[in-house]
């Protein structure tokens, strides 16, 4: 899947260029596989912004965030 696809009609503030193509989406670290898009939500009990490493570790190549991370990693 295209990246560009997926974010079509949502508004984007900034974009990596290094990542074009992803393998699948996830919420969930534990769920990452290698190539995914990391969707890091901010929810009532949990902010996936403090999972973001373990999701990169965990195979992702790209994440989808709110704010800023202060990490070397494509968002």
Known sequence: MEINELLEGVE?????DTV??????ADDSRKV???YLFAALK???FDG???CREAFEN???VLLIEK????DIPY
């Open 68 to 71: 800023e991370l202060g990490e």
């Open 33 to 35: 596989k290698k190539g």
């Open 59 to 61: 195979g992702a190549s």
């Open 49 to 51: 912004h403090d999972f």
């Open 43 to 45: 929810g009532e009990n």
């Open 20 to 25: 074009n193509e992803i393998a699948g989406i």
């Open 12 to 16: 984007v503030i900034r974009k990596t």
